[in-house]
């Protein structure tokens, strides 16, 4: 039997691991399945290259509870080790590395240092156990060996004829104030949530399979039944295999075993596999969002090798993609020594952009593959793509191939295919395209019918974040401008060289925008004549397009600069000076009653964009309910 030190000069080591190293104690059960993970694999890499002369079989890990020892075991049929490099791995602590770690990091926070430059992994045991022991026997004719340490630097270490088949066993007899590690519901929750999709099999205990009835069998039989090992992993998940061996069933399994509290079924799937200039697999989800921005419920998860590390993947997914669901998969991703943080790194940028440039092939091949089914999906998928317009330049310089842009008539336009509709059109006197919009079709129904009439299309474009794509598309684009429907008259959205034929002299109009002026007596409205098709609504209301937008776009953070989140209401109140009702307010004599009739008006003019209420609603009520008994 061997006793000694292990090879570190600090002597508090345990402590500084639980205190700096993992903060989360339940990751201990991760790491060491990793371990016992990385020994399997190991051991058929050397059946597979002929250096090691056994049968590989069929291993599994085995996760075994025995609440009267106290002990929780974490069985391998692996690689095992000899007495000399139990020496080597374990004692030493990944070749005397915790000396410098622990100088470097003795006085920082927990998420500093850099996973695979110390094999502290399986010192996590510590933090739950009060004593570990090792059970080892390498796959090569040598002594099983035995290894027990109690928490501090002194082992002890000797051979053992205790275990006699290859492979390694962790015994962690449970500390007192970690006794919820006993817990069969406790231990299952942890399998499932860091080693569901570990790439060798997990047996936690036994489950009973009912075995078929013969097809003879009579129709009072009873089927009989065995207890079998209760596997709790997938070790060949979907982002494991080639696309080409998977139906869109296969991926819709997948993503009901990623999400088993999701019913309702994904709109399509993104395969991810590269592995130059870095390692990277996994498949994205597009579930439905319609206008959502708010999707946190069910995340894209992050693994390495399958283990699972965090669903926290900002930096490596780009913002606009945060609103999918799925795997990524890489080896590559630099995380820190407890594997629950980021860290800032080159290679990190390339990923995202590779996740960028994936997701906007899709979305090209997607729209070319199947315009129609793509049409009946935008509304669910649009405001992903809109989001990485306005945040990720290389995925908005592709955008067009794949952005629509609905009319409020239901076609559907890409972008190439809309400008050349309206340019003939919709082209200004100055030579800038205008795009026309609603964003609510029955708020605006009146707005719309007027631009309607005149032979322009009205675009519409309802997500919560549109204003800041609107903004983004006229500075990145030229000659063209947007414009929503109720922000003017339509002759003024679209102004043309045409001559205005005007009913009423200067002097009558300056004595009708006065009269108009003193009965609103309201300062958010500012007080505009136009000459107007006689036929057109007497009074209108509008929004500057300006203010408006800057208004939206601070509701969704923007126009922070404007200081837009006081800024007051603002309407233009456009009065068709050529409609019989002005020429009717300027023969009206009697003040009240003139007064009474552009109140009225006004009135009429709110209803239609949704501002009469309160109040004002009621008085307007009775003054028409009056007006009907006259």
């Given at each position: 039997?061997?006793?000694?030190?292990?090879?570190?000069?600090?002597?508090?080591?345990?402590?500084?691991?639980?205190?700096?190293?993992?903060?989360?104690?339940?990751?201990?059960?991760?790491?060491?399945?990793?371990?016992?993970?990385?020994?399997?694999?190991?051991?058929?890499?050397?059946?597979?290259?002929?250096?090691?002369?056994?049968?590989?079989?069929?291993?599994?890990?085995?996760?075994?509870?025995?609440?009267?020892?106290?002990?929780?075991?974490?069985?391998?049929?692996?690689?095992?080790?000899?007495?000399?490099?139990?020496?080597?791995?374990?004692?030493?602590?990944?070749?005397?590395?915790?000396?410098?770690?622990?100088?470097?990091?003795?006085?920082?926070?927990?998420?500093s240092g850099i996973i695979g430059h110390f094999g502290l992994g399986f010192y996590s045991a510590f933090m739950v156990?009060?004593?570990?022991?090792?059970?080892?026997?390498?796959?090569?004719?040598?002594?099983?060996?035995?290894?027990?340490?109690?928490?501090?630097?002194?082992?002890?270490?000797?051979?053992?004829?205790?275990?006699?088949?290859?492979?390694?066993?962790?015994?962690?007899?449970?500390?007192?104030?970690?006794?919820?590690?006993?817990?069969?519901?406790?231990?299952?929750?942890?399998?499932?949530?860091?080693?569901?999709?570990?790439?060798?099999?997990?047996?936690?205990?036994?489950?009973?399979?009912?075995?078929?009835?013969?097809?003879?069998?009579?129709?009072?039989?009873?089927?009989?039944?065995?207890?079998?090992?209760?596997?709790?992993?997938?070790?060949?998940?979907?982002?494991?295999?080639?696309?080409?061996?998977?139906?869109?069933?296969?991926?819709?399994?997948?993503?009901?075993?990623?999400?088993?509290?999701?019913?309702?079924?994904?709109?399509?799937?993104?395969?991810?596999?590269?592995?130059?200039?870095?390692?990277?697999?996994?498949?994205?989800?597009?579930?439905?969002?319609?206008?959502?921005?708010?999707?946190?419920?069910?995340?894209?998860?992050?693994?390495?090798?399958?283990?699972?590390?965090?669903?926290?993947?900002?930096?490596?997914?780009?913002?606009?993609?945060?609103?999918?669901?799925?795997?990524?998969?890489?080896?590559?991703?630099?995380?820190?020594?407890?594997?629950?943080y980021l860290q800032a790194d080159g290679a990190v940028k390339k990923i995202s952009s590779y996740i960028t440039k994936?997701?906007?092939?899709?979305?090209?091949?997607?729209?070319?593959?199947?315009?129609?089914?793509?049409?009946?999906?935008?509304?669910?998928?649009?405001?992903?793509?809109?989001?990485?317009?306005?945040?990720?330049?290389?995925?908005?310089?592709?955008?067009?191939?794949?952005?629509?842009?609905?009319?409020?008539?239901?076609?559907?336009?890409?972008?190439?295919?809309?400008?050349?509709?309206?340019?003939?059109?919709?082209?200004?006197?100055?030579?800038?395209?205008?795009?026309?919009?609603?964003?609510?079709?029955?708020?605006?129904?009146?707005?719309?019918?007027?631009?309607?009439?005149?032979?322009?299309?009205?675009?519409?474009?309802?997500?919560?974040?549109?204003?800041?794509?609107?903004?983004?598309?006229?500075?990145?684009?030229?000659?063209?401008?947007?414009?929503?429907?109720?922000?003017?008259?339509?002759?003024?959205?679209?102004?043309?060289?045409?001559?205005?034929?005007?009913?009423?002299?200067?002097?009558?109009?300056?004595?009708?925008?006065?009269?108009?002026?003193?009965?609103?007596?309201?300062?958010?409205?500012?007080?505009?004549?136009?000459?107007?098709?006689?036929?057109?609504?007497?009074?209108?209301?509008?929004?500057?397009?300006?203010?408006?937008?800057?208004?939206?776009?601070?509701?969704?953070?923007?126009?922070?600069?404007?200081?837009?989140?006081?800024?007051?209401?603002?309407?233009?109140?456009?009065?068709?000076?050529?409609?019989?009702?002005?020429?009717?307010?300027?023969?009206?004599?009697?003040?009240?009653?003139?007064?009474?009739?552009?109140?009225?008006?006004?009135?009429?003019?709110?209803?239609?964009?949704?501002?009469?209420?309160?109040?004002?609603?009621?008085?307007?009520?009775?003054?028409?309910?009056?007006?009907?008994?006259?």
């Amino acid at each position: 039997m061997t006793k000694g030190n292990i090879n570190v000069s600090v002597e508090n080591i345990f402590p500084l691991i639980k205190k700096f190293l993992y903060s989360d104690h339940e990751i201990f059960l991760r790491e060491l399945i990793s371990n016992a993970t990385d020994a399997t694999l190991k051991l058929k890499h050397l059946t597979t290259i002929g250096e090691a002369k056994v049968e590989y079989g069929n291993p599994k890990i085995e996760v075994k509870i025995d609440q009267e020892q106290k002990t929780l075991r974490i069985i391998d049929q692996g690689i095992g080790m000899t007495a000399a490099e139990v020496e080597k791995y374990i004692n030493q602590v990944a070749f005397s590395g915790a000396e410098e770690f622990l100088e470097k990091y003795k006085d920082t926070a927990k998420d500093s240092g850099i996973i695979g430059h110390f094999g502290l992994g399986f010192y996590s045991a510590f933090m739950v156990a009060e004593k570990v022991e090792i059970l080892t026997k390498s796959y090569k004719d040598e002594q099983a060996v035995r290894w027990i340490c109690d928490g501090s630097p002194e082992f002890t270490l000797e051979e053992t004829s205790d275990k006699t088949d290859r492979g390694t066993e962790i015994i962690l007899h449970i500390s007192e104030d970690s006794t919820e590690f006993l817990e069969e519901g406790k231990i299952r929750e942890l399998l499932l949530k860091y080693n569901k999709f570990m790439p060798v099999p997990i047996k936690f205990g036994t489950r009973t399979h009912t075995l078929p009835l013969p097809e003879n069998a009579p129709e009072d039989a009873v089927a009989e039944t065995e207890e079998v090992d209760n596997i709790i992993n997938n070790p060949t998940p979907a982002w494991t295999i080639a696309p080409s061996e998977l139906t869109n069933e296969d991926y819709m399994k997948f993503y009901h075993e990623l999400y088993p509290m999701q019913f309702e079924e994904p709109l399509f799937n993104i395969h991810l596999n590269v592995d130059y200039p870095f390692n990277l697999t996994g498949v994205l989800f597009f579930p439905k969002l319609s206008n959502n921005l708010n999707i946190e419920k069910d995340k894209i998860q992050l693994y390495q090798n399958q283990v699972f590390v965090t669903d926290e993947v900002k930096g490596i997914v780009p913002d606009f993609l945060m609103l999918l669901r799925g795997v990524i998969d890489s080896p590559d991703i630099p995380l820190n020594v407890s594997r629950s943080y980021l860290q800032a790194d080159g290679a990190v940028k390339k990923i995202s952009s590779y996740i960028t440039k994936k997701v906007a092939d899709k979305m090209s091949s997607l729209i070319n593959e199947n315009r129609e089914d793509y049409e009946k999906k935008w509304n669910d998928i649009k405001i992903v793509i809109e989001y990485g317009i306005i945040s990720e330049e290389k995925f908005a310089e592709k955008s067009d191939k794949f952005t629509l842009y609905p009319t409020t008539d239901g076609k559907y336009f890409l972008w190439d295919e809309l400008t050349e509709r309206i340019k003939p059109s919709q082209t200004d006197k100055d030579g800038n395209l205008v795009i026309l919009y609603a964003s609510n079709t029955d708020e605006q129904h009146s707005y719309i019918q007027s631009a309607k009439d005149k032979g322009y299309e009205v675009l519409l474009l309802d997500s919560p974040i549109i204003p800041h794509v609107i903004q983004k598309l006229e500075t990145s684009k030229e000659k063209i401008s947007f414009a929503r429907v109720d922000a003017d008259h339509v002759n003024n959205l679209i102004k043309k060289d045409e001559p205005v034929i005007s009913k009423l002299n200067d002097a009558e109009k300056e004595s009708l925008k006065k009269d108009v002026e003193e009965a609103v007596k309201d300062a958010k409205f500012t007080v505009q004549l136009e000459d107007l098709d006689s036929n057109d609504a007497p009074f209108t209301i509008t929004q500057p397009e300006f203010m408006r937008r800057m208004k939206d776009m601070q509701a969704t953070g923007g126009g922070g600069m404007f200081g837009m989140s006081g800024f007051p209401e603002m309407y233009n109140l456009v009065i068709n000076s050529n409609s019989e009702f002005a020429g009717h307010i300027l023969k009206t004599e009697n003040a009240e009653q003139k007064e009474s009739l552009i109140q009225h008006a006004l009135d009429l003019a709110k209803l239609s964009q949704n501002l009469l209420k309160g109040k004002d609603l009621t008085d307007f009520i009775q003054r028409s309910y009056k007006q009907l008994e006259k």
